[in-house]
C-alpha cells in the first residue's frame, strides 16, 4: 500500500496563483521529499524537510510538515505556466530510508 | 557522468521474450533504487542496492523479475518472458546512500510490450 498520498489528484489553477498540494502518510518518517515529474519521466527533486522541522523554503515553494497529524503541504506560489507538471512526495518508513512515493498530484498552470 | 543514465529510452517487445534495462548511477553513489510507474500511476518500489549488502528485493513483483550491480555501479533490471501488465516506465535512482540523502532519478526505460 502506498506510504505517502497526494491530494487533489488534479489541480487546475491561472498564471499567478499559488497552488497548495497535500500529502499525508500512515507511519512515522524520517523525512519527507517532494519530487517534480515532467512528462512522465525522470523526477527532480525539489526539497526535503527532516521529521523535526516544520517549515522550509526554496525560492517559490514553501513546505510545512505536521508529524502530529502525518502530513506535509507544498505551495507554490506566483505559479507559472512552467510549472506544469506531477508533484510527489515521498516519505520514508521510519528505520527503512528507501523512499516511498505517492500516486502525485497533477498540476496544470494555464498561461 | 553527471546524472543517472539509463538506457535504452524506449524498448518496445514482444510478449514472452526477455529484456534488461540499464542503470548507470552517479560516480560514488552507493545506493540504487529501480522504481516502475505505469500510465498515470505513482512510483512503484522494485528493489535496492546499498554498497555490498544484500538488496532489498522486497518490491519485486514476480519471480520474472530480477537485478543485479555489478562492482557497486552499473545495474540491470531483467525481466523474462515479460508480459502486457509489465509495460510500465523503469524508473532508476541514486543517492550518496548514508540515509537521508535525496535520490536522483534518471529519464527512465519506456517498456511497451506487445
Known amino acids: 500500500s502506498q506510504q505517502g498520498e497526494e491530494d487533489p489528484q488534479a489541480l487546475s489553477i491561472q498564471e499567478g496563483e499559488n497552488a497548495t498540494m497535500n500529502c499525508s502518510y500512515k507511519?512515522?518518517?524520517?523525512?519527507l521529499q517532494w519530487y517534480r515529474q515532467n512528462s512522465g519521466r525522470g523526477l527532480v527533486h525539489l526539497i526535503l524537510?527532516?521529521?523535526?522541522?516544520r517549515e522550509k523554503h526554496s525560492g517559490r515553494l514553501r513546505v510545512t510538515l505536521d508529524t502530529s497529524k502525518k502530513s506535509s503541504s507544498l505551495l507554490i506560489t506566483a505559479s507559472r505556466a512552467a510549472d506544469t507538471a506531477s508533484y510527489f512526495c515521498?516519505?520514508?518508513?521510519?528505520?527503512?530510508?528507501?523512499?516511498?512515493f505517492g500516486r502525485g498530484t497533477s498540476l496544470i498552470v494555464h498561461p | 557522468g553527471a546524472g543517472v543514465s539509463q538506457s535504452p529510452s524506449n524498448k518496445v517487445t514482444e510478449k514472452g521474450k526477455d529484456v534488461e534495462l540499464r542503470c548507470d548511477p552517479i560516480?560514488?553513489?552507493?545506493?540504487l533504487y529501480w522504481y516502475r510507474q505505469s500510465l498515470g500511476q505513482g512510483l512503484e518500489f522494485l528493489i535496492y542496492?546499498?554498497?555490498?549488502?544484500?538488496?532489498?528485493k522486497s518490491g519485486l513483483p514476480s519471480d520474472r523479475f530480477s537485478a543485479e550491480r555489478t562492482g557497486g555501479s552499473v545495474s540491470t533490471l531483467t525481466i523474462q518472458r515479460t508480459q502486457q501488465e509489465d509495460s510500465a516506465v523503469y524508473l532508476c535512482?541514486?543517492?550518496?546512500?548514508?540515509?537521508?540523502?535525496?535520490?536522483?532519478f534518471g529519464q527512465g526505460t519506456r517498456l511497451t510490450v506487445v
Open positions: 507511519t512515522s518518517i524520517n523525512n
Open positions: 535512482a541514486s543517492s550518496r546512500g548514508t540515509g537521508r540523502e535525496v535520490a536522483f
Open positions: 560516480s560514488g553513489h552507493t545506493a
Open positions: 515521498a516519505t520514508d518508513k521510519g528505520g527503512s530510508y528507501i523512499p516511498t
Open positions: 524537510i527532516r521529521s523535526n522541522e
Open positions: 542496492f546499498q554498497g555490498n549488502s544484500a538488496p532489498d
